[in-house]
């Protein structure tokens, strides 16, 4: 494993979960660098600090920056690529009225700097990760968000499905699960392990209690 780059969806749920430290502690025995786009430290730094509701989060990811636990991985140069994939994602399902949008730029910078570098992303939303992973699942779930019929470009799945196959994803709960397993965030012990995870299914990450429960059966 080369790096990991990491998306809004999973630094706000360790955030909000107070489990930002596991995560400073995993990059000290990681060989590789902890990566955000420099559209995502817009999106989770710079407008946070601005924002008296998001300034707590904001003020512990640049910590986070600032210690070196989180390295800026510039999307500069590709931003002809990132508008190219978000435009194909967000005109790939639609209704009978109009496409339906998915995916924002912060989602989308984070997947091509991941491609282009050859490493795995870390992603807690659940819409990017089943576009990627199970995208007649998103249709499902669109259709019960939007209340309507949702279709899609078979072709144009198809390119994105062969575009995505070699990426490797994770969520902050494997991050989570390593961390409590290394000690990093207190004795070792079953209870510590579900109750992170709980706090993290409740807090944005894409886990359900039945992967919960897989989790503990093995821990």
């Not at 998103?138 to 899609?152: A, G, N």
């Amino acid at each position: 494993m080369k790096n990991l780059f990491f998306d809004s969806s999973a630094l706000i749920s360790m955030s909000l979960t107070c489990q930002l430290r596991a995560l400073e502690k995993l990059s000290e025995d990681f060989a590789g660098k902890f990566y955000i786009t420099s559209t995502i430290k817009k999106e989770t730094i710079e407008k946070a600090l601005k924002t008296p509701r998001f300034q707590l989060e904001g003020l512990r990811l640049k910590n986070l920056l600032d210690k070196g636990v989180l390295n800026i991985y510039s999307d500069k140069d590709l931003k002809a690529d990132i508008s190219l994939l978000a435009k194909k994602i967000n005109s790939t399902f639609y209704t009978r009225k109009r496409p339906v949008a998915l995916v924002h730029p912060g989602e989308m910078s984070t997947l091509v700097a991941a491609f282009v570098d050859k490493s795995p992303t870390v992603i807690d939303e659940r819409t990017a990760r089943l576009l990627i992973e199970a995208p007649q699942e998103l249709q499902k779930l669109m259709e019960m968000k939007l209340h309507t019929r949702v279709r899609y470009d078979k072709d144009s799945l198809r390119e994105l499905q062969d575009l995505f196959s070699s990426m490797e994803v994770l969520r902050s709960s494997e991050l989570i699960l390593s961390a409590v397993q290394k000690g990093y965030m207190g004795p070792v012990n079953k209870g510590l392990l579900e109750a992170s995870l709980y706090a993290l299914m409740f807090n944005g990450c894409a886990i359900s209690t039945a992967e919960i429960k897989d989790y503990l059966r093995f821990f």
